[in-house]
């Protein structure tokens, strides 16, 4: 089972980016998703999630309406749409799948973790 997180780069603020996030090795439609981040020195903490269904998403606070988490369920993916970037958003970006139908912003409630996308925003 994995999830390959991609998408990330170099971008000026203001700028915007799409992450993606591909499931193999089993299907994720009945599980939510979310996407983390952690920037250097900082713990992990929640970006995005997204309902298995796709019909409820929850956001942090500091991406809220500049950021839209979305999935395709038969494609198995995952995605985060980024705009107006703001060099506070430079973190490694993680897409994790939830344990339970709905997601969480508690990373314990996430039991498989992709391998993280870098995104750089500069001033």
């Known amino acids: 089972v994995q999830l390959q997180a991609s998408g990330g780069g170099l971008v000026q603020t203001g700028d915007s980016l799409r992450l993606s996030c591909a499931a193999s090795?089993?299907?994720?439609?009945?599980?939510?998703m979310g996407w983390f981040r952690q920037a250097p020195r900082e713990e992990r903490e929640f970006v995005a999630g997204?309902?298995?269904?796709?019909?409820?998403?929850y956001y942090s606070d500091s991406v809220k309406a500049r950021f839209t988490i979305s999935r395709d369920n038969r494609k198995n993916m995952l995605y985060l749409q980024m705009n107006d970037l703001k060099p506070e958003d430079t973190a490694v970006y993680y897409c994790?799948?939830?344990?339970?139908?709905?997601?969480?912003?508690?990373?314990?409630?996430?039991?498989?973790w992709g391998q993280g996308t870098l995104v750089t925003v500069s001033s």
């Open positions: 994790a799948a939830s344990r339970f139908a709905i997601s969480s912003r508690r990373s314990a409630d996430y039991n498989y």
């Open positions: 090795g089993r299907r994720f439609s009945n599980n939510g």
């Open positions: 997204i309902s298995w269904r796709g019909d409820m998403t």
